[in-house]
């Protein structure tokens, strides 16, 4: 099965190459930031494909797998809530962030604004945005003011995830959670050969297949959100190429 995974992965970066390049074809917060979120999504597919050539590289796939995960949940969570008050909200989050750096800096006993003129006025520039956000905008620990694992349980609550295999879904983020911390239980798969084997063959099935998963359903939610904006039903040829994708996966056994 592995070896049928890399082709459909192979295929899917193939048929998703030239949406990736494509520029916005409208300019409302939602569509931007859903441009963004895609390319970051096709880049990190690529990774994935680069690193599948190689042995006992399915811990870093499975990783980013989580990484493409999140990005595909955040986009889902922007549609449900409201997406163009939710995509203003990522973009101003942006701020928060950039202020919990210098902060970090500060903490540790160094002075940001000390290191060179220019992050000086970066310092200066981000403090005044910082203080024109509402207190609660300050306090929000993430953009939606929801961690990814909270964003998932209102996703479920909404039957927004039904276009996934959920439980899969859950298992690749879990695991992708575990892969990129500081882990126990990954750190005791690598004292026994046979049980890291085990692993790194349940993390590439599983890695491969839900990357694959997440990267067409942010496909089709960017075809679909382009054709609103220009109304006309451009990317037929990859709308096609992904519906073969999707019966590809749909013949696939599942993993343990």
């Not at 940001?112 to 200066?124: L, T």
């Not at 956000?133 to 990814?148: H, Y």
């Not at 026994?192 to 496909?219: C, K, P, Q, W």
Request: with cysteine; net charge negative; aromatic share 8%.
């Amino acid at each position: 099965m592995d070896n049928k995974l890399k082709e459909i992965l192979k295929e899917t970066i193939e048929i998703t190459k030239s949406l990736a390049e494509a520029a916005e074809v409208g300019n409302t917060s939602f569509l931007v930031v859903l441009v963004g979120i895609y390319r970051i999504s096709f880049t990190t597919l690529r990774d994935i494909e680069y690193l599948s050539r190689f042995e006992e590289t399915s811990q870093s796939i499975l990783d980013l797998t989580r990484k493409i995960i999140e990005y595909g949940i955040s986009a889902e969570y922007m549609l449900v809530k409201g997406k163009e008050l939710m995509a203003d909200r990522f973009k101003e989050h942006m701020i928060v962030e950039i202020h919990e750096e210098f902060e970090l800096f500060r903490k540790t006993g160094q002075d940001p604004a000390a290191i060179s003129e220019e992050h000086r006025i970066n310092v200066e520039e981000n403090q005044k945005e910082f203080d024109a956000l509402s207190k609660k905008m300050q306090e929000r620990r993430s953009w939606s003011g929801r961690s990814i694992d909270g964003m998932i349980e209102d996703l479920a609550k909404e039957d927004s995830l039904n276009e996934f295999d959920i439980s899969r879904l859950l298992r690749a983020y879990v695991w992708g959670c575990r892969l990129n911390h500081a882990n126990p239980m990954v750190t005791h798969s690598h004292l026994d050969l046979e049980r890291l084997e085990n692993a790194n063959s349940f993390y590439l099935a599983l890695g491969l297949t839900i990357a694959v998963a997440v990267h067409t359903r942010l496909t089709t939610r960017l075809i679909d959100e382009s054709r609103l904006s220009v109304g006309s039903n451009i990317y037929e040829d990859i709308v096609v190429g992904i519906a073969e994708i999707h019966e590809k996966l749909n013949t696939l056994p599942a993993e343990g």
